[in-house]
């Protein structure tokens, strides 16, 4: 039995709907990330090290 993620939305995701943003579902082994606009069409998954590289990579530019 698969559990269905649990996505999360950024604290910067914007005015209004808030619908001007990305979504991440934290997963054992990767994290998933779908468009807020469109959440039923398809997902991008990366292994969590690699996304954590990422984030502390976005969060080092001015």
């Not at 943003?21 to 468009?35: F, G, L, N």
Request: hydrophobic share 30%; net charge positive.
């Amino acid at each position: 039995m698969t559990t269905a993620p649990h996505w999360s939305k950024s604290s910067y995701s914007g005015g209004n709907d808030g619908n001007n943003c990305v979504e991440i579902a934290d997963r054992t082994s990767h994290i998933a990330v779908r468009d807020s606009k469109a959440p039923t069409r398809a997902t991008l998954t990366f292994p969590t090290t690699a996304f954590a590289t990422f984030l502390e990579a976005v969060k080092r530019q001015p």
